[in-house]
């Protein structure tokens, strides 16, 4: 089992920078493939950004690509999501996400485990 717990959310103007965190607890960090997604209002929970188990490979959906960047810390047991020139559009609750494999998905669908989601708005 993983717990995954996110912060750094907040609110910021739009051209601006937040940095998420997942921090995760209950298996060894190295062992597993992690992903961000995002849900805004009326909206179905959507892709973000993924990583496999030790970083080397990642994956961006287009609307966040050379805007967003995913790293992990193992020693940590700790994700990040470097989210720079934000837009009105990037407002959502975003969630990170676990599974029990080393390579990267970008399907929800993969992913068993989930934080409880921190708020990002950015406004115009």
């Known amino acids: 089992q993983v717990q995954l717990v996110e912060s750094g959310g907040g609110l910021v103007q739009a051209g601006g920078s937040l940095r998420l965190s997942c921090s995760t607890s209950?298996?060894?960090?190295?062992?597993?493939?992690m992903g961000w997604f995002r849900q805004a209002p009326g909206k179905e929970r959507e892709f973000v950004a993924a990583s496999s188990w030790s970083g080397g490979s990642t994956a961006y959906a287009d609307s966040v690509k050379g805007r967003f960047t995913i790293s992990r810390d193992n020693a940590k047991n700790t994700m990040y999501l470097q989210m720079n020139s934000l837009k009105p559009e990037d407002t959502a609750i975003y969630y990170c996400?676990?599974?029990?494999?080393?390579?990267?998905?970008?399907?929800?669908?993969?992913?068993?485990?989930w934080g409880q989601g921190t708020q990002v708005t950015v406004s115009s």
């Open positions: 996400a676990a599974r029990d494999e080393l390579d990267l998905r970008i399907s929800r669908y993969r992913y068993p485990y």
């Open positions: 209950g298996r060894t960090f190295g062992t597993y493939a």
